[in-house]
């Protein structure tokens, strides 16, 4: 029963080969077992999720897609009775008073909610900690981070503690995640509103902005993100392609602001065209101009300070500054500027932040305008060690900034609103996961469904930590 996907489960319950309670006290062990090491859950419903898989085994009606499947929740996303606090003190009394409409839609489907993972102080990291939640580790290695902000979901998955993992990602807290965890994650199209229970904004403020943030699935395979994305999503016009590899023009680049991939991340990307030129797909490379690189990581850093800022009090916001300051004036990316005028909440800074977003949205287009799909890496490198202080990391040698090594290849794409695949290459000569992530233009999740099973069929599958 290990290691087993979601759609695998799903198939198998649904032909009576085990039921869902066998399946949920099996996620439920291996979380009594490895829990403690990993702190990839924060919450565990035990009862509730027994009761709820012993109901999945007592219905005769009609059954859902994902029936009897048992999955994780990110622990901002609110489920009624139970906390969302975000890792931030003034939330950890919160108890949710409604549940969120993705989660009801994964319960509708018969998903089993086996409890809440770990996420970083307001989900405003590219690793897990923060003064509430224990440091969430890397299964590969638990002197690592699982990345974040869905660090803990990441590390359930990659350790067989679920069989599925909704998440959120406004800064590539899908991508990160799964790419140091092995995993496939899928950041869809800009598709996060203030009203699909996810936090934040900080919850029952009735607050209606949303800018760059996405909700989407981690698996361990893309059939399961093609699942998941059919559940969450009902209202999206999924087009499947059904072309072979050798029918898509791919694009690539490995340099970004001026930053360049590491060794580790290069042989990942190095491995994924190959694969591709062998399937004969054609591949082409992209330069992105240092000056629309520059125009993404700043109106990014803005639109972030917005989005964080909307409803916390003044006080905090230069509390949250002040905690990141130094790894901002220590990185290469010039951004202080751009975060302060988002703290600051002037709607003229918006507004104008808004136009450019348009410009810059309409030239990256142009850049990706000849390709089908386009292939980037993920961080700089693999999981690195636990960095609370967000020093610099170790690369090749060299000492990278903090904020250099996690944010611009993904944020890139959270300022331009596409979809992005994230897929594993294989480990490192360090048993370290490598992620690539692969872009596609806006609305063609379906798209990158087929690619991702492709590419899964031609080797590049999930593997376990040994």
């Known amino acids: 029963?290990?290691?087993l996907t979601a759609t695998d489960i799903a198939r198998a319950i649904?032909?009576?080969?085990?039921?869902?309670?066998?399946?949920?006290?099996?996620?439920l062990q291996r979380i009594e077992q490895h829990n403690s090491q990993l702190n990839a859950y924060v919450d565990v419903y035990r009862k509730q999720a027994m009761a709820q898989a012993q109901q999945r085994d007592h219905d005769s009606g009609a059954r859902g897609p994902l029936h009897g499947v048992p999955v994780s929740i990110k622990e901002c996303y609110l489920y009624e009775g139970t906390p969302t606090t975000l890792n931030y003190p003034p939330l950890k009394n919160y108890v949710g008073k409604q549940t969120s409409p993705l989660v009801q839609r994964l319960i509708d489907a018969g998903a089993v909610i086996l409890g809440k993972t770990n996420v970083p102080q307001l989900l405003a990291d590219s690793q897990t900690f923060g003064p509430l939640y224990p440091t969430a580790n890397n299964p590969f290695d638990l002197s690592r981070t699982p990345g974040g902000s869905t660090g803990g979901g990441a590390a359930a998955l990659a350790a067989d503690l679920c069989a599925l993992e909704l998440g959120s990602d406004i800064g590539g807290s899908i991508r990160n995640p799964s790419a140091y965890c092995g995993l496939f994650?899928?950041?869809?199209?800009?598709?996060?509103?203030?009203?699909?229970?996810?936090?934040?904004?900080?919850?029952?403020q009735e607050l209606g902005f949303s800018v760059m943030n996405c909700t989407g699935p981690l698996a361990r395979s893309p059939e399961d993100l093609e699942l998941a994305f059919r559940v969450l999503y009902p209202e999206q016009q999924l087009q499947l392609e059904s072309k072979p590899l050798s029918g898509y023009t791919f694009g690539y680049f490995d340099t970004f602001h001026g930053l360049e991939a590491g060794q580790?991340?290069?042989?990942?990307?190095?491995?994924?065209?190959?694969?591709?030129e062998a399937q004969g797909a054609t591949l082409k490379p992209i330069t992105i101009d240092a000056q629309l690189a520059k125009r993404v990581m700043e109106l990014w850093a803005e639109f972030f300070g917005f989005s964080i800022a909307q409803n916390l009090p003044w006080l905090i916001r230069k509390i949250f500054y002040f905690k990141f300051r130094p790894a901002l004036k220590d990185s290469s990316l010039d951004l202080i500027p751009a975060l302060q005028r988002g703290l600051s909440l002037d709607f003229m800074h918006f507004s104008r932040a808004l136009h450019y977003r348009r410009e810059v949205i309409d030239e990256l287009k142009h850049c990706f305008a000849d390709c089908d799909a386009v292939l980037s890496p993920t961080a700089l490198g693999p999981a690195f060690t636990h960095n609370h202080k967000h020093r610099r990391i170790a690369l090749d040698g060299e000492q990278i900034p903090y904020m250099d090594y996690c944010f611009p290849f993904v944020a890139l794409f959270n300022l331009s609103g596409q979809p992005v695949l994230t897929v594993p290459t294989g480990c490192d000569s360090d048993g370290l996961p490598i992620g690539i992530s692969i872009s596609a233009p806006h609305h063609h999740e379906g798209r990158l469904f087929n690619i991702g099973k492709l590419l899964a069929q031609s080797g590049l599958q999930f593997s376990p930590p040994e």
């Open 14 to 27: 649904a032909a009576n080969e085990f039921s869902s309670a066998a399946v949920t006290e099996h996620y």
């Open 1 to 3: 029963m290990n290691y």
């Open 185 to 204: 994650g899928l950041k869809p199209t800009e598709n996060g509103h203030s009203h699909d229970g996810h936090v934040p904004p900080l919850p029952e």
């Open 264 to 276: 580790s991340v290069q042989s990942g990307l190095g491995k994924l065209k190959r694969l591709l």
